[in-house]
């Protein structure tokens, strides 16, 4: 990774996090600062999500999203998306504006054209590093991320693979989590994965826990990783740092790569993960931002 490479990667992740607390921070909603953190990372083409997804194995460009508010329970997911922006955005008219929890496909694009959502071409989606990901990457979906990660770091290709994510606790005590994805590189284009899916890769309720997840998603899904988490603090009484580490090592052991992000009802964080990077970052009390993209780094 090059130094301007990193810096790019750094920049984008400050960025995500002080529109997230810039809504906090005036006492907005955790579900805004959550949302607009995501939004962010969208629209960079840095990160795999809106702007910078990935490809799959037909070369087209197919998102999903959903996002949970911790007071309500409410939630809304969207997947099969190739025409909408900001697909975190349309998880969050869903859970608003419609009966539905999760919408897939045409009809999710035409609500989201109907409710006023921007909607762009899908050669807006195109970046030429996912291409050459694309096309180096065997055309497979059974290449996991960790496996794609060896071969292209091999090559110098430090491109994140998994999925971005935010969670938030607000003045009020309100919970809420965010998460956002354009899959695996050359995954089957009907292929869904766990950022979508409510107690996998996001979960959220008052007094217990905000969680999204990124990583390979099949095992995010078949271990409920975010629930998981969740109901060791709920019905153990597990502290948020020994839940996220005892579900993440696990994972490891059975084959699943990858981490989570999560903040509890008290404030405190967790960023755990069984890889040896992973963008993150948080914004505490104090206002500072800290991020960093090796497990074996401090953020700062």
């Known amino acids: 990774m090059t130094p301007e490479d990193r810096e790019g990667y750094l920049r ?3 960025l995500s996090l002080e529109a997230g607390y810039k809504i906090l921070q005036a006492g907005g909603s955790s579900l805004d600062a959550t949302e607009a953190a995501v939004r962010v990372m969208e629209d960079s083409p840095l990160f795999n999500a809106g702007k910078g997804a990935v490809f799959s194995r037909d070369g087209k460009n197919v998102l999903e999203a959903s996002i949970m508010d911790g007071r309500t329970r409410k939630a809304g997911a969207a997947t099969q998306l190739m025409t909408v922006k900001n697909p975190i955005s349309l998880a969050r008219k869903i859970m608003d504006s419609s009966p539905h929890v999760f919408v897939a496909g045409a009809d999710a694009e035409s609500f989201a054209s109907s409710e006023g959502l921007e909607i762009v071409d899908p050669g807006y989606f195109w970046t030429e590093r996912r291409w050459k990901q694309h096309k180096s990457s065997p055309n ?3 290449v996991s991320e960790s496996t794609q990660h060896d071969e292209f770091h091999e090559k110098g290709d430090n491109l994140p693979k998994g999925t971005v994510g935010a969670c938030a606790l607000d003045r009020h005590g309100n919970l809420a989590a965010a998460t956002s994805t354009g899959g695996k590189t050359n995954k089957w284009s009907g292929r869904i994965g766990d950022s979508p899916i409510i107690g996998a890769g996001t979960f959220a309720e008052n007094r217990v826990v905000a969680v ?3 990583g390979d998603g099949e095992y995010f899904i078949r271990w409920n990783v975010a629930y998981d988490i969740a109901s060791k603090i709920k019905y153990g009484g597990q502290s948020l740092g020994k839940a996220s580490k005892e579900t ?4 490891k052991t059975v084959g699943g790569e990858g981490g989570i992000i999560a903040i509890d009802s008290t404030g405190k964080i967790a960023l755990e993960a069984n ?12 206002g500072v931002v800290k991020v960093a993209i090796f497990m074996d780094e401090p953020c700062v």
Do not use: E, K, N, W
């Not at 993440?248 to 994972?251: F, P, T």
């Not at 890889?275 to 505490?284: A, D, K, L, Q, S």
């Open 248 to 251: 993440i090592d696990h994972l």
């Open 275 to 286: 890889t040896p990077g992973m963008f993150r970052g948080y914004v505490g009390r104090d």
């Open 212 to 214: 999204s997840a990124t």
């Open 140 to 142: 497979s979906i059974t």
């Open 12 to 14: 984008d992740l400050r």
